[in-house]
């Protein structure tokens, strides 16, 4: 079984940044591709990023690209996601995941996903 927890999350103002964090522990899965997605209230869960093993491949939505970079420290089981120019539009629940053979957008595609951590941008 894999754990994932998310933090990092938090109230920031428009234009503002957070970088959120994911721990993985429990049984290690190599090379699994990881994920970040979003639910915003009474939406569906979007993709956001998504990054390979190795980090050497990514993908981000159209909505959040430029603005949010996905990284991982696979020597740490931690996986990043750095958010800057954010805006209202942002303000959502941020999920990480995990145990996908490969990047992709698919939510299906995600074996292990953490609780999430509130991300909340005021104008």
């Known amino acids: 079984q894999v754990q994932l927890v998310e933090s990092g999350g938090g109230l920031v103002q428009a234009g503002g940044s957070l970088r959120l964090s994911c721990a993985a522990s429990?049984?290690?899965?190599?090379?699994?591709?990881m994920g970040w997605f979003r639910q915003a209230p009474g939406k569906e869960r979007d993709f956001v990023a998504t990054?390979?093993?190795?980090?050497?491949?990514?993908d981000y939505a159209d909505s959040v690209k430029g603005r949010f970079t996905i990284s991982r420290d696979n020597a740490k089981n931690t996986m990043y996601l750095v958010m800057n120019s954010l805006s209202p539009e942002d303000t959502a629940v941020y999920y990480c995941?995990?145990?996908?053979?490969?990047?992709?957008?698919?939510?299906?595609?995600?074996?292990?996903w953490g609780q999430g951590t509130q991300v909340t941008v005021s104008s």
């Open positions: 995941a995990s145990g996908a053979a490969r990047p992709t957008r698919t939510r299906s595609s995600y074996i292990y």
């Open positions: 429990g049984r290690t899965l190599r090379n699994s591709a």
């Open positions: 990054i390979s093993w190795r980090g050497g491949d990514t």
